[in-house]
């Protein structure tokens, strides 16, 4: 090995003893083995990564097992919240809180750092259907805060790739969530908390109650109902540096809105309350501007003495909610027959204040042109361009003698903000049998997730230029008033519907010198369709905002083996493969190869080599596309003096510009693949007490990161379009 991969090796080590040390109560409830003590028949259980029961969690694999009683002592309220702090979740997870996520309202697990589309969420062993929105307009994932409390009786977390035993999406591993199989009378839980400081109150109630006992009565059936909801944090509620915004004293500038003394990108035109009408005669901020709140901002004198500062209730973390409902009705049909019949409908409620493209208070200046690129499934993106807002001679808000440049700065709308509410339905039947050696598991599923999406805030340039242009009084307007006239409410829904089939089987063949050698056997389908598209007013070019949509569908055919054979006392040696077809590409074979070694009752060692897949979903190979923006920079022709934007020669408008790109799908995409190993020990100092240590190594090629965009140049032409707007007169400096 080279210095740099044991030094690599070593710092793997580490991260695991790390996190032994910071989850240890959990891996020692993971690890202790379900079973009658007394002696009785030893329960045997199926563990994420094999369809084959075993008596223990002692897999080849890393496998951390949280259970319901580690939920409850967690301290948290949702699923979401425990998986986002155990330690093998890194780099890409997704919150409900995350102010800039493409996928807003959507929480994801991103095991091993390798993004949430590396990861394969489960109920019960069976895909869940994707959050209607993609993480960077790109990657599919399951928002695991719809998931309730009280209904799980274990969360496994697969630790390794798993492509051979579930497909596509399992390249870092595997969360499965595994209900509650059954359950008799009624519990109730009700618990709140609260911060030291104001701000993120969270309630919590849980409901479950459950009739029939399955020996006696032949059947059980439960409902479970969960609400949850916590306030937002304002960063008002908070104290403390990380909350400054004045950073005068420290050498830099002054953030806050309204400052005399902000930084250059935003002197030009600073963001006073209730905004300002510029002299149409000078054109810049000055002593003769006609400030539209003089309650809030008197006059040009007020400005520079500091005295119109002002402070938006930015938010730390948005408020969210959630109500969950499932129930679950099992049934002994005779003859070694059980049907079990699962329904659910998870809701969660959230917002994103502020936007991809503005996270501020909305903001218009009257002297330079808005442009917003319009984009749809098979519409060729263009801009939509808005000439700078002039308010004519005579309006309520002009007081000089010519068409007045308007700077529209207007918190009485709030913050521009999106509401998500999604619903996701689902419904599953199981039946499952033991029929000529065989434990025969087949299931059915449907399901829907829609999500409502509401955008408040957001102000159309056009809608803007109208109102400026037919008298409306923005000095006097109500906020209900304003935000009709230039901030119309837009609406969009996002949907994803799924369907499931899914039948394996599983027997012993032969008795080995270690144990019996199983056998699972299965077959399976699914299908995908998206269609999410973006809210009118933002693909019409109207209004800013998240304009990325997503259009298109996905079917899986797959086929399983899987050999467990403990060759001799000790050893184990677990072999699996899987075929993978798809609709868009064809097909993707993954093996699996995993061996166990007792050497004595306090030392297991064990590892793993296997490959992975990710197939590229709807959002990647469909109708899809995102708008993105790139690092801002000058234009040294028309801006030759970018530190000073006023400076004689310059463009002001073309001084500090950020590129825009549009990222859009490639259907001919071949899968993401990788390669997998891991190796480690797990040491049982105690009978009810064991301890992992693994090293695990993941090689992902053929990366999908997006398909062409209109920033790299060259190729063919028609898969890298340059788009140019109409040509524009532009304001231009010719003197002080």
Request: with cysteine.
């Amino acid at each position: 090995m080279t210095p740099y991969e044991i030094a690599h090796a070593i710092r793997g080590l580490l991260a695991v003893s790390a996190m032994i040390a910071a989850s240890g109560a959990v891996a020692v409830h993971a690890q202790e083995q379900p079973g009658n003590p007394a002696g009785g028949n030893i329960e045997t259980v199926v563990v994420t990564g094999s369809m084959i029961k075993r008596t223990d969690f002692d897999t080849p694999s890393p496998v951390q097992v949280v259970t319901a009683e580690d939920l409850r002592q967690s301290g948290y309220t949702s699923v979401s919240e425990v998986l986002r702090n155990i330690a093998a979740n890194g780099q890409g997870t997704l919150s409900q809180s995350f102010g800039l996520a493409f996928a807003g309202g959507g929480a994801g697990v991103a095991l091993r750092g390798l993004t949430v589309g590396g990861t394969l969420t489960l109920i019960d062993g069976s895909r869940m259907i994707p959050y209607p929105l993609s993480d960077d307009g790109q990657r599919n994932f399951v928002d695991v805060s719809q998931i309730p409390f009280n209904v799980i009786d274990r969360v496994d977390v697969l630790k390794d790739g798993a492509s051979a035993a579930y497909g596509s999406d399992a390249v870092a591993g595997v969360v499965n969530v595994v209900l509650k199989k059954s359950f008799t009378g009624f519990n109730v839980s009700a618990e709140g908390g609260a911060p030291g400081h104001t701000g993120g109150v969270t309630e919590h109630l849980g409901a479950l109650g459950g009739i029939g006992d399955l020996a006696s009565d032949g059947y059980n059936a439960y409902l479970a109902l969960e609400y949850r909801h916590q306030d937002r944090i304002l960063l008002s509620d908070r104290s403390g540096f990380w909350t400054n915004e004045n950073f005068l004293p420290y050498g830099g500038f002054d953030t806050r809105y309204g400052s005399p003394n902000s930084s250059p990108a935003t002197a030009l035109f600073p963001q006073v309350l209730g905004g300002y009408v510029l002299n149409p005669a000078t054109g810049v901020l000055d002593a003769t501007t006609h400030f539209l709140n003089p309650g809030a901002c008197a006059s040009y004198a007020a400005y520079q003495a500091g005295q119109c500062i002002y402070s938006p209730l930015f938010q730390v973390q948005p408020q969210t909610g959630n109500l969950n409902a499932l129930g679950r009705f099992t049934r002994d049909l005779g003859g070694e027959w059980q049907g079990i019949v699962t329904a659910s409908l998870f809701r969660s409620e959230s917002e994103q204040v502020g936007s991809l493209n503005n996270n501020s208070y909305p903001f218009l200046d009257g002297l330079n042109p808005t442009t917003i690129v319009s984009y749809a499934p098979g519409v060729n993106p263009t801009s939509v361009t808005t000439p700078p807002i002039l308010l004519p001679v005579g309006a309520p808000n002009n007081p000089f003698n010519a068409p007045a440049p308007l700077v529209a700065d207007f918190p009485q709308l709030g913050m521009a903000q999106t509401q998500f509410v999604a619903n996701t339905y689902r419904l599953f039947g199981d039946i499952r049998r033991t029929a000529a050696g065989f434990d025969i598991d087949g299931s059915a599923g449907l399901m829907y997730s829609a999500l409502a999406q509401k955008f408040f805030g957001s102000i159309s340039p056009s809608a803007l230029r109208a109102a400026a242009n037919s008298g409306f009084n923005f000095a006097t307007a109500s906020p209900a008033a304003l935000a009709a006239a230039v901030a119309p409410e837009m609406e969009t829904k996002d949907t994803n519907t799924m369907q499931i089939a899914d039948v394996h089987a599983a027997r012993q063949l032969a008795q080995l010198p270690g144990g019996p050698l199983s056998m699972a056997i299965g077959v399976g389908f699914y299908h995908l369709y998206k269609n999410s598209p973006s809210a009118p007013g933002i693909a019409g070019g109207l209004q800013f905002g998240n304009g990325a949509y997503a259009v298109g569908g996905q079917t899986n055919d797959n086929a399983y083996l899987e050999l467990v054979a403990p060759a001799w006392k000790g050893l184990e040696l677990d072999g699996a493969v899987r075929y993978d077809h798809y609709n868009q590409y064809g097909g993707s074979t993954t093996p699996k190869f995993g061996l166990k070694y007792t050497a004595f009752r306090m030392l297991t060692l064990r590892g793993t080599y296997g490959k992975g897949f990710r197939a590229p979903n709807p959002a990647e190979s469909g109708k899809s596309a995102a708008l993105f923006g790139g690092a801002p920079f000058n234009d040294n022709v028309l801006c030759p003096d970018p530190a000073n934007p006023n400076a004689v020669g310059n463009f002001p408008s073309q001084c500090n510009l950020g590129l825009v790109g549009l990222q859009v799908s490639a259907p001919k995409l071949h899968p993401e693949k990788s390669t997998n190993y891991t190796f480690g020990l797990i040491f049982s100092p105690l009978e009810s007490t064991k301890v992992s240590l693994d090293y695990w190594d993941i090689k992902v090629n053929q990366d999908i990161q997006s398909g062409v965009n209109v920033l790299f140049l060259g190729g063919d032409p028609a898969l890298f379009p340059i788009v140019r707007g109409p040509q524009q007169v532009l304001p231009f400096v010719t003197a002080r």
